[in-house]
Every structure is written in C-alpha cells, then in structure tokens.
C-alpha cells in the first residue's frame, strides 16, 4: 500500500473542527481518519488521501473553521515518515 | 558516541505532527515520549546520538515556527543518570502497556482455547449421534464402551439404541441396548452365516449318505440353510444328530 498524505486541520473548539471536517469531505475524495482532542479546546480532525484531495480539501476546511470558529493551525504532509504514523491516533 | 534526549514543547497538535515527521526525516532519532499537558501543550522526547538530536530538534523548530506556532525545545547531552532513570520509569510505563497487551493477549489465547474446547466437544458430540440431550450422552459414553466391546461389530446396535434414545425414554433403549448385543450373540451362535448364504433347496441337499458322516454342527448348519425345513433356529440348536437326519429323511421322501 502506498503511503497517503495526511491532511491536519486544527481548531479551538469542536463545533468549528466538525464543520471543517464536513467541509473537508464534500470538497475531495477524502477518507476522515480520526480527531484528536490534546486539552485546552484544541481539536484536530485528521485526514488522508491524494496529495491533491488533501491540499483541496484542507483549504476549503481551513476557510469553514475560519468562518465559524478559531483556526489555530493546518497542516498538509505529502508523504509522512513511518514513525509518523505513530503519533497519530490508531483507526477505529 | 553521546547520546542525548531532545525536549521539545509544542501547542497543537498539528504542529506536534509536523514537529515529528520533520524530525523523523532529518535524522535518525527515536521518539521516547509524548505527553499532553494542559492548555493543548504537547511535550515530545527524543533520544539519539547528540548531533542527530540538534539537527532534529532544528528542523522540528523551523516546522513549528513556519506554523507560527509557540515552541520551546531544549537538548540534553549525555542526560544524568536521574534522567536516564525518568526515562527509565517511561520505560517501565511502556512495559506496562506491553504487559496490558500480553494480558489482553492471554485473555484472547485463553477464549481461543475455550473456543477451541468447544469445537472439541461439538465434535464429540457429532462422533455420537446428534440431537440428544448432554445427560444421555454423557450416559451413552459411560455406557456406550462396554456394550460395544460386547458386541464387537456394533454398528447396528448403536443404530437401534440412536433410534430408541432418539424416541424417547433412555432408560429403555439402555435396557434394549444391553439386550441386543446378547440377542446378537445368541443370534451369530445360533444362526452362523445365515443370512449371507442362500438357502438351498431339497434338491441340493446332499445324500443321506453323506450326512451319516457328517458332525451335529455340520447337520445344523445344514438344517438351517435348507430351504423349507420343518424346524427352525432355537429348534435346530437344541435338536441332537439323529432328530436331524430324521427331518432330512423326511424332507428327502
């Protein structure tokens, strides 16, 4: 399997993370991963795809989240390390 | 050689994502720890050789700082054996999880194994004839072996004993089914080969001459192959040589 990019789109607040989230998955052929909630409000929702699918869509996510709430951070790894994957909460 | 451990505080946990791929790809460290603090600050710990962990710790910082996000690293060379020890008590954490996961492992083998009883006594099960309640099983295969060791070729009494339980009332079949392999005895002794051979006509049977040399045993099983013979089965057994080969005569005549 080859490795997909990974799409991170971080958010104060769930309700913003949620509405990037759905933005996300109407713009691309996304698959939604995970969210991960560190404290603090701080939510991110976790994608992967194509490179294309994940740039397009964390763009169009990262413009919802701004609307509705406080965009902290985006961040898009064409192709993340192994030992990256680690770090990111386990499917399911 | 040094080692040293790289600390490095992040907010966010995007920019704790782009902080570890960037460090994971400039050199050749191991991440250690990762802990949330409060307020969204994340706290990683890597350990390598001390020149990996500065070019590591750099590059994590230029990541993070593009994101213009807060960062605060610091780099311990050849860490003091109380840290070592810190690392150690992480160590130990992560033994624990290992030590969870071998439970959870266990406890999966375990109902593995359970399962696997299971199938062996379905298959059990399945050896003896099915759809029967487990009391009269249990009491077929306490029973079951000395009956068929009675009867040596038991294929046909267990059939019937199956069909006796599977009517109902166990204690009767049981009843039969020590019955049986008696008659079944008494049957082989009494009736030797009859149902495999053909009777023979009276046109067949030897002369009387012949059966003057013939034995009591060789007369009976003479009787009973005979077609049409006045008397039969318990009646051959207990008749001696002459009351046979006065029936011969007389079928003769």
New interface residues.
């Given amino acids: 399997m080859t490795i997909e990019a990974l799409g991170i789109i971080e958010t104060k607040g769930l309700a913003s993370a949620i509405e990037a989230a759905d933005t996300m998955l109407k713009t691309a052929d996304i698959k939604l991963t995970g969210k991960e909630i560190i404290g603090g409000g701080y939510v991110s929702v976790i994608i992967r795809g194509d490179v294309g699918s994940v740039k397009a869509a964390t763009e169009a996510g990262a413009e919802a989240a701004r609307k509705t709430g406080e965009l902290v951070s985006v961040l898009v790894i064409p192709r993340p390390h192994h030992d990256t994957e680690s770090l990111l909460p386990k499917k399911g | 050689m040094e080692m040293a451990f790289g600390l490095i505080e992040i907010?966010?946990?995007?920019?704790?994502?782009?902080a570890?791929?960037a460090m994971?790809?400039t050199a050749d460290i191991k991440?250690m720890n990762?802990e949330?603090?409060?307020?969204?600050?994340?706290f990683l710990q890597i350990e390598g050789e001390s020149v990996s962990v500065q070019y590591a710790i750099e590059a994590a910082e230029e990541a993070v700082k593009r994101?213009s996000?807060f960062v605060n690293t610091r780099i311990i060379i050849n860490p003091a054996a109380v840290i070592n020890s810190s690392t150690e008590k992480e160590k130990t954490i992560s033994c624990e999880e290992e030590k969870e996961q071998d439970n959870q492992e266990k406890t999966k083998s375990k109902s593995e194994t359970l399962i696997l009883h299971e199938e062996t006594e379905s298959i059990d099960e399945k050896a003896i004839p099915q759809e029967k309640p487990e009391k009269e099983i249990e009491k077929e295969i306490e029973q079951g072996n000395p009956i068929n060791s009675d009867a040596e070729n038991s294929g046909e009494i267990i059939y019937k004993e199956t069909e006796a339980v599977k009517d109902g009332s166990f204690s009767e079949s049981y009843k039969k089914s020590v019955e049986l392999p008696l008659k079944e005895t008494e049957r082989d002794t009494l009736f030797p080969e009859e149902s495999s051979e053909e009777k023979l006509s009276i046109s067949n049977i030897p002369p009387i001459e012949e059966m003057d040399n013939m034995n009591v045993h060789e007369l009976r099983h003479l009787a009973r192959i005979t077609e049409n013979f006045p008397i039969f089965g318990r009646d051959i057994s207990k008749a001696n040589r002459k009351e046979l080969l006065d029936y011969f005569r007389t079928i003769l005549k």
């Fill in positions: 907010k966010g946990f995007a920019a704790v994502i782009a570890a791929d994971f790809k991440l990762k949330y603090l409060s307020g969204g600050t994340v994101m996000i």
